[in-house]
């Protein structure tokens, strides 16, 4: 398979493991709206996303949809599931065109997980979403509503460009009509400019303040 070399994932492996990894490797193409799993199917393939965002979320017993995260290109996706040989927790969609190399797993497994450079690439990408967890319990438990934001954009000012405005309700956890409450009472204590096309970061320290 091309371009193997150039996925940050395997750049230490050497031209016959990558060929070795070729031969149960496929790269799969989706459209935007496609489920990749659903919550408690059973994982066969690592899967590695390299084009596109993917969505994962839980629906609760009212149908509404619980944002757990949204990933980007270059990620490992669900791979506690193989690890701990358990169901898929939540399911994954698309929202944009997508594409994502499926590894079989049982012979990545048995091929290269020995391998140091390959295991600390797994020990890596399970530190990340550790990492990512706390921060949303700190962001949606801990916060009230105007922090829980200022400290959002605080840590990932360009979110405002990335996200639309309904994505980051879903991100924190707020209606669409809070986070316009909200974003208007930054705005009002002068941390935020309203443009156009949205909004500014004025004072980013400020921003820092509301949630230290």
Same mark, same amino acid.
């Given at each position: 398979m091309e371009n193997l070399k150039q996925i940050n994932y395997f750049e230490n492996l050497d031209e016959k493991e990558?060929?070795?990894?070729?031969?149960?490797?496929?790269?799969?193409?989706?459209? *935007? +709206?496609?489920?990749?799993f659903y919550e408690k199917e059973q994982p066969t393939s690592l899967l590695l996303l390299i084009e +596109? %965002?993917?969505?994962?979320?839980?629906?609760?017993?009212?149908?509404?949809?619980i944002i757990m995260n949204r990933f980007r290109p270059?990620?490992?996706?669900a791979e506690m599931v193989l690890l701990e040989n358990i169901p898929y927790p939540a399911s994954g969609i698309f929202e944009t065109d997508g594409t994502v190399l499926e590894i079989n797993f049982e012979r990545f497994k048995k091929e290269f997980l020995h391998n140091p450079n390959v295991a600390l690439i797994?020990?890596?990408?399970?530190?990340?979403?550790?990492?990512?967890?706390?921060? %949303?319990?700190?962001?949606?438990?801990?916060?009230?509503?105007?922090?829980?934001?200022? *400290?959002?954009?605080?840590?990932k000012s360009d979110a405002l460009s990335t996200l639309k405005h309904y994505q980051l309700a879903e991100h924190l956890h707020m209606t669409p009509e809070t986070?316009?409450?909200?974003?208007? *009472?930054?705005?009002?204590?002068d941390l935020l400019e309203k443009e156009a096309n949205g909004y500014k970061i004025k004072n980013r320290e400020g921003l820092h303040v509301l949630f230290e």
């Amino acid at each position: 398979m091309e371009n193997l070399k150039q996925i940050n994932y395997f750049e230490n492996l050497d031209e016959k493991e990558l060929d070795l990894l070729s031969s149960f490797a496929k790269k799969k193409y989706y459209k *935007k +709206g496609s489920i990749l799993f659903y919550e408690k199917e059973q994982p066969t393939s690592l899967l590695l996303l390299i084009e +596109g %965002v993917l969505k994962v979320y839980k629906t609760d017993p009212k149908h509404n949809e619980i944002i757990m995260n949204r990933f980007r290109p270059t990620t490992l996706i669900a791979e506690m599931v193989l690890l701990e040989n358990i169901p898929y927790p939540a399911s994954g969609i698309f929202e944009t065109d997508g594409t994502v190399l499926e590894i079989n797993f049982e012979r990545f497994k048995k091929e290269f997980l020995h391998n140091p450079n390959v295991a600390l690439i797994f020990f890596k990408s399970l530190s990340k979403k550790i990492k990512y967890l706390e921060d %949303v319990i700190a962001l949606n438990v801990v916060l009230d509503s105007t922090a829980r934001l200022a *400290k959002f954009l605080y840590d990932k000012s360009d979110a405002l460009s990335t996200l639309k405005h309904y994505q980051l309700a879903e991100h924190l956890h707020m209606t669409p009509e809070t986070l316009s409450r909200t974003f208007k *009472k930054l705005v009002v204590l002068d941390l935020l400019e309203k443009e156009a096309n949205g909004y500014k970061i004025k004072n980013r320290e400020g921003l820092h303040v509301l949630f230290e």
